[in-house]
């Protein structure tokens, strides 16, 4: 999105004359500003303030939804497959180009864990997000109704597993959410509550420093949140998390955010990888030894020229990837008039995590900060990078309500399946646990 909003602007007369168009194939029609995903499962944020929709910051634009299958790069067509591939009976679309840019971003990295592919969630969409809110909230009531103790024990058991980013501040934010969901429940305490972060390293979020992640265990293990380091899954078959140091708990809930991996579509590329799969690219953000082919973001492996080891590539983050899109977008023009390119160059600047509502930690230009100072500097960066004033002053107003009304604690988990009360209704599915009571 930010390298075809960059190329919009630039080749703004040339798309009014015809002379150019810009094509974006994506599986859906918004970009999901990630960092916003722990505070839209905590229902801090609306999720539809999470995400910019394309057809309206890109206007200028061809968007397709769909998935590129495959691409020809020796024929400059790209395979793609889009809501009506199924529907008209056509099959795949060929769409040719001049200029090919790769940013497919990375998927979850998943692992042989028995029972984790029947049982696990994620957290990388919006999707995961709200139905992890919806199931959370839907197991306390499962605890509350029901009159066994072990599915009361389950369903008030929360495994995550994966200490970064995405695990820590998922795991932190819906805490901190029904931890304020338990006070309107009769007979589930807060204590009752079990949290448990599992990490097969040693610390946790390691982009801030390992002074700032002790802290991090701390905070958490203050909040009875069991914080398991040097620890991994083995299973979960049955609805049971065993852990490797020889733990089980019987659980109805476990999130897997144990790292990522690049989007499966390089693989059917032909252009070079890395031992990682990722794109091997020069500093310029072209594809190496490949003309006409660009990529940035998780998908590409960008030498950084700022390190002072030879040979290290930008870490796959946001962070990096928004600026490389821009030096993307302005070679790629550079490219076509016959000027020079420049190179992508940029220091990292540091990271911040939010622990919840008012703890976070941070690590920037070289500076610590911890609990309410670095959750407000949080805030404020997350804020500001946002895509599009619109987006900024929803979030903004969102926040500022929160903090002078009571926190939303609704479960829609019947968005999940819209037709169900109809189909009941028509006769096509049986109500749960159906009798003779009308």
Known sequence: MYTALRLQRKLKQRLRSGEAEITVVTPDPYMTYQ????????????????????????????IVVGEARRIDHTKRTATVTTLATAEDGTGAVEIPYDELVLAPGSVSRTLPVPGLAE?????????????LRNHVIEQMDIASATRDPAIRDAALTFVFVGGGYAGVEALAELEDMARYTARYYHNIKAEDLKWILVEATGRILPEVGESMGKYAVRELRGRNIDVRLDTRLESCEDRIAVLSDGSRFPTRTLV???GVK???????TGLP??????????ARLTVEGTEHAWAAGDAAAVPDLTAAEPGRET??????AVRQAKVLADNLVAAIDGSPLKEYRHRYAGSVASLGLHQGV?????RRLKGYPAWLMHRTYHLSRVPTFNRKARVLAEWTLAGLFKREIVSLGSLEHPR?????????????DDGDCQ
Do not use: M
């Open 35 to 62: 960092p916003f995903l722990p505070e839209a499962a905590a229902g801090s944020i609306s999720p539809r303030h999470v995400v910019v929709p394309l057809r309206r910051v890109l206007p200028h634009c061809t």
């Open 119 to 131: 049982h696990g969630f994620g957290f990388k969409t919006i999707e995961e997000a709200i139905g």
């Open 256 to 258: 897997w955010t144990a």
């Open 262 to 268: 690049p989007a499966p579509l390089l693989a059917h």
């Open 273 to 282: 990888l890395n031992e990682r799969g990722r794109l091997v690219c020069t």
């Open 315 to 320: 870490a796959p983050n946001a962070q990096h």
């Open 362 to 366: 941070a690590h920037v230009y070289g």
């Open 420 to 432: 169900a009360e109809f189909e009941i209704a028509a006769g096509r599915r049986p109500r749960p």
